[in-house]
């Protein structure tokens, strides 16, 4: 455990994280093993000698299939998040970058959570120029934005200054009802609205937009959800206190139990993934 830990550490570079006081900070990679979770995966097949060929074929197709997919690691993955915070959209596209070049070695879970910068964010949307030049001061946002603006391009995508921003309850509430949907909704959902903030300018606390990414993503309910006001509330508070409570600044995530904090290049998920057991 010690060596995974040192072998993450010594490749780690520098983390860029949104926190509740400054959007940008840039520290030492945080590294901790937690509990270990280990699920054997045990896989049962009788073969019934009544079975047609036909049938058969089929029954042994799937058990390659099986030996296929169980030689893969499985890696799960809980990523604190908040929408607002374009660390965490980078975090997330290095993140899938990773994934998607180490397909092949690896079958992967993931679950994002929720997380508020500012928990009292207005509700009415403001420019996030003007919101960002008055919280750091109109030089350095400048800087910031400028950073940001060169990241977003390593993936071909610009970063959007000119639209609002505001309070993230409401994509937290529909973030978590496709959470009980499916990963891969929840996870189509996550792109789909961190991209209309981040890049398309898109004011997050725009119900209609939250309602359409949902509908894209393939996820029912979530204009009913919005015609109570208490509803799927309750859930994101009990989320951010089951898996954010200890967590400082986003994004955060905890890869088979190693945490990897900030938005870190794709090389570090991936020597994550490889030290996960
Ligand atoms: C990952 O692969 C998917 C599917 O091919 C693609 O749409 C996506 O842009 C890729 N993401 C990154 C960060 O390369
Ligand atoms: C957060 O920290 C407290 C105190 O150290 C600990 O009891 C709790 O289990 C931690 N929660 C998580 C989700 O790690």
């Given at each position: 455990m010690a060596i995974r830990e040192k072998i993450l550490r010594s490749h780690s570079t520098t983390r860029f994280t949104c926190r509740f006081s400054t959007a940008e900070e840039e520290r030492g990679m945080n590294c901790n093993k937690r509990n270990k979770v280990s699920l054997p995966l045990v896989l049962v097949l009788v073969l019934d000698i009544a079975l047609s060929l036909p049938a058969k074929i089929s029954v042994l197709r799937y058990v390659a299939f099986m030996a296929q997919s169980s030689g893969k690691k499985l890696i799960k993955i809980d990523a604190s998040i908040d929408t607002v915070c374009p660390w965490c959209f980078m975090g997330h596209k290095n993140m899938e970058k990773a994934i998607n070049s180490s397909r092949d070695q690896y079958d992967f879970e993931i679950r994002w959570h929720s997380f508020f910068l500012?928990?009292?964010?207005?509700?009415v949307g403001v420019v996030k120029n003007e919101y960002y030049g008055n919280r750091f001061g109109r030089a350095q946002w400048k800087q910031m934005a400028a950073r940001m603006g060169q990241l977003f391009r390593t993936h071909g995508l610009e970063y959007d200054t000119e639209g609002l921003t505001g309070n993230t309850l409401d994509s937290h509430r529909i973030i978590q009802l496709a959470g009980t949907q499916g990963r891969d909704k929840q996870n189509a959902l996550v792109e789909e609205i961190l991209v209309n903030y981040?890049?398309?300018?898109?004011?997050?606390?725009d119900r209609q937009m939250l309602i359409e990414a949902a509908e894209k993503a393939g996820v029912v309910g979530a204009a009913e959800m919005f015609?109570?006001?208490?509803?799927g509330v309750k859930e994101v508070y009990e989320d951010i206190q089951k898996y954010?409570?200890?967590?400082?600044?986003?994004p955060h995530f905890v890869i088979n139990g190693i945490e990897v904090h900030g938005a870190q290049p794709p090389e570090v998920f991936l020597r994550a993934f490889q030290a996960a057991r």
């Open positions: 500012n928990p009292s964010a207005p509700k981040n890049v398309r300018g898109k004011y997050i606390g015609e109570d006001e208490n509803r954010s409570t200890n967590i400082s600044g986003v």
